[in-house]
């Protein structure tokens, strides 16, 4: 915005408008204003005797998320005069430094003075209301609104209560992709009408951004059976192009039905943008609003005087503002097809806030981001493929029963070749964004493994059988160890040593009808589960210690056969 570029060096920002009652008059005058401009802290009482820009939503850089002030917003919508009205919320939303505050600025003044036909102001009359300055670094944080909400009479007798809402600029260099989708997201979802605010022209990446922004927003609300979003006012900030495209709104009608026109021959990734934009938003309109003049461009002390603006600005600038804003044209806030009031827009905003400070939605990732993470996806599920169809050819299917080391070591050559093949290809993102894939292919490679191991078991017969030969042995061990404690008189553990036995009698017919019937298969799992443990903890320790000594015996019997010889012979 050229206002903007012009003001790059001017100092303190711009200060609030006295309260409304004052009708501007055409001619210079100049009057007394408040000398502070600072925003009041969300910790502070909300003063509504003295109109001003209200943080509601927090922007909190260290952690990049967003809080509601929600005391600061019931303060202002649960005012006992307008919280059972029809609520218009009238949005401004774009990249920063664009003249988002600047506009809204005179916005309030049509709102203060909008029965007289000098609503704009007086020529000398610097501009206030929303806090704005010259410069490259940011103004405006998380989403602002004005304290005062307006009460218009429309022309059908109705009364509606009008807000202004401020929102922080996005792609600055402190805010992330999805700082910048919740921002935008968040007053597409609690407008009725959203001004897109661009500078000179609708270019690809605007409607992209668009795409991804407003599809953040849908995916927080629930239950969509019709377009989710109200009104879509794109309006072309410094328009360069009059010869082609006249000022106003007739010219970006016609200019933006031939941005958004859906072609035949035009790719499939532009035509699901367009789509996806009429799709989203009830209405779509463009206005297309001339560049302000050498003035402001040169001035750096300009504060927004209209002796400093250009005639053609002023001009449009009069038929933009009661587009937006006339009675006749209100836009009254909808949400699934109900009128929304001011008392529940604030349970909206406090529903919407919840959702984006939670997990469930998913993170919108720069253009970049997003390529390097499917680049690398796809490199990963490549080499997965590579190391499976490896192990398929020795393990898979129908192939027959392989020793546990063997496997191992085929599992070991395939998983190095996976990773070598994933290091291979070309990719996206560095070598350190490129590491946590190569990690989670070394992950998802040994669960794979796993897989394969338990697979490959069930070709065992021994290890099928494991189960029942654990249950036969525990019930055996216990037949044998009742009879015995009952014959010696311990019948307390004999007694013990049947319901064990009973029990595993049990386990064994309740196993081999799960096996036979497929049914009661968590049943069956535990079953597997015990036994093994069973087998595993005893059995094979038991069998372990009997090993050992075997072949101790075997060893210390050899010794003593070749001394008996030796003796034998000597004899001899």
């Known amino acids: 915005m050229a206002e903007r570029d012009a003001a790059r060096r001017a100092g303190p920002a711009r200060q609030r408008p006295d309260p409304p009652g004052k009708l501007y008059e055409e001619e210079e005058e100049e009057d007394a204003l408040p000398d502070s401009d600072a925003l009041p802290d969300s910790d502070d009482e909300v003063d509504l005797d003295k109109p001003c820009p209200i943080q509601i939503v927090l922007a909190h850089e260290d952690d990049h998320n967003f809080e509601l002030d929600e005391e600061a917003l019931e303060k202002i919508l649960l005012q006992e005069h307008i919280k059972d009205?029809?609520?218009v919320v009238v949005s401004v939303a774009g990249a920063f430094r664009k003249g988002k505050s600047f506009l809204l600025d005179f916005m309030l003044r049509y709102m203060y003075n909008r029965n007289s036909p000098c609503w704009i102001g007086g020529n000398t009359?610097?501009?206030?209301?929303?806090?704005?300055?010259?410069g490259c670094e940011r103004e405006t944080t998380g989403i602002q609104i004005w304290s005062e909400v307006f009460v218009v009479d429309k022309p059908n007798g109705t009364k509606v209560a009008v807000l202004l809402m401020d929102t922080q600029g996005a792609f600055d260099s402190q805010s992330t992709i999805k700082d910048c989708a919740t921002v935008f997201a968040l007053?597409?979802?609690?407008s009725s009408v959203q001004v897109y605010n661009l500078s000179q022209n609708i270019q690809e990446d605007d409607?992209?951004?668009l795409q991804l922004f407003t599809e953040y927003g849908r995916l927080a609300m629930e239950e969509i059976y019709q377009k989710p979003f109200q009104t879509l006012m794109f309006l072309i900030r410094d328009w360069s192009y009059p010869y082609e495209h006249a000022y106003g709104l007739e010219g970006g009608k016609k200019f933006l039905e031939k941005r958004l026109q859906v072609k035949q021959n035009q790719h499939e990734e532009l035509q699901n943008v367009r789509k996806h934009i009429h799709s989203c938003f009830s209405n779509l309109g463009c206005f297309l609003l001339p560049h302000p003049g050498l003035k402001v461009a040169t001035n750096p002390n300009f504060d927004g005087r209209l002796n400093d603006i250009d005639e053609d600005f002023k001009k449009e600038l009069r038929n933009l503002v009661p587009l937006l804003l006339a009675p006749e044209n209100l836009v009254e806030k909808e949400i699934s097809g109900s009128k929304v009031t001011c008392r529940d827009l604030v349970e909206y905003f406090k529903a919407y806030i919840k959702i984006y400070q939670g997990e469930e939605l998913p993170h919108p990732k720069s253009m970049l981001q997003a390529t390097a993470e499917a680049n690398n996806l796809a490199a990963v599920a490549g080499a997965k493929d590579l190391y499976s169809k490896g192990m398929e050819q020795v393990c898979g299917g129908d192939k027959p029963y392989i020793a546990p080391s063997d496997l191992e070591r085929k599992h070991q050559d395939f998983r190095e070749s996976a990773v070598r093949q994933f290091r291979s290809v070309k990719k996206m993102g560095g070598e350190e964004f490129c590491r946590r894939y190569q990690e989670q292919l070394e992950v998802e490679i040994d669960e794979i493994y796993a897989n394969f191991v338990k697979h490959n078991d069930g070709k065992n017969i021994f290890y099928a059988a494991r189960t029942p030969a654990t249950l036969f042995a525990v019930m055996f061990a216990m037949y044998i160890t009742s009879g015995l404690t009952g014959f010696l008189g311990m019948n307390s553990i004999a007694t013990l040593c049947n319901l064990?036995?009973?029990?595993?009698?049990i386990s064994f017919c309740t196993w081999a009808?799960?096996?036979y019937s497929g049914e009661f298969r968590e049943v069956g799992t535990a079953i597997d589960?015990?036994?093994e443990a069973i087998w595993e903890q005893v059995f094979s320790k038991l069998f372990e210690v009997l090993r050992r000594r075997t072949i101790r015996r075997a060893l210390t019997s050899v010794p003593r056969q070749r001394l008996s010889s030796n003796n034998n012979k000597k004899k001899n």
């Open 513 to 515: 009808y799960v096996k």
């Open 187 to 190: 007053s597409t979802m609690t």
């Open 207 to 209: 409607l992209q951004h």
């Open 500 to 505: 064990v036995l009973g029990m595993a009698l």
């Open 125 to 134: 009359e610097p501009l206030t209301g929303f806090t704005w300055r010259g």
């Open 529 to 531: 589960q015990i036994a």
């Open 85 to 87: 009205l029809n609520i």
